[in-house]
């Protein structure tokens, strides 16, 4: 990758998050004690941040370094989202994440199907097979849903 496309990356990236957290180029500057010019170059794509100023400014806004160096992919309304999470208690958040979680599980990991099947077998021992795959499947759905 090129030289200006890698500032032009930090260069939204900063905007991004300066922006996210409601704070101004200004403020960065003042809170990190580096002239209001070096920031402005950074943001401007004019010049890129040496590895120490980068890890500041990671530590400052609290992310990784990477979410300044690398291409951020975001959704729409992610700045919403984001700050609408921000202004909740402890309980909000904490029911938000259990949400969160479920429904990445439901999307995004292997699950089981069950699968009806007819069987003449009415034995006791069928009957306890049979309630024995459903008592694991309870569980295994406890499991999933289980706030963490």
């Not at 939204?12 to 922006?19: G, T, V």
């Not at 609290?62 to 402890?90: C, H, I, M, W, Y």
């Not at 995004?108 to 009806?116: F, G, H, I, R």
Request: with cysteine; net charge negative; charged share 35%.
């Amino acid at each position: 990758m090129d030289t200006q496309n890698l500032k032009s990356i930090m260069a939204a990236n900063i905007k991004r998050l300066l922006s996210r957290s409601g704070k101004s180029q200004t403020d960065l500057a003042n809170d990190l004690n580096i002239p209001e010019t070096t920031v402005s170059n950074w943001m401007n794509a004019n010049t890129y941040p040496r590895i120490d100023k980068i890890q500041a400014m990671a530590d400052y806004f609290g992310v990784r370094r990477s979410e300044l160096t690398e291409q951020v992919k975001e959704f729409p309304d992610s700045d919403d989202l984001l700050f609408k999470f921000n202004a909740l208690d402890s309980r909000g958040k904490h029911t938000v994440r259990t949400v969160l979680d479920v429904e990445y599980d439901r999307c995004n990991k292997p699950y089981l199907e069950v699968v009806a099947a007819h069987n003449e077998d009415y034995s006791e021992e069928q009957q306890r097979l049979i309630k024995e795959d459903l008592d694991e499947l309870e569980e295994l759905h406890n499991r999933r849903t289980r706030p963490r």
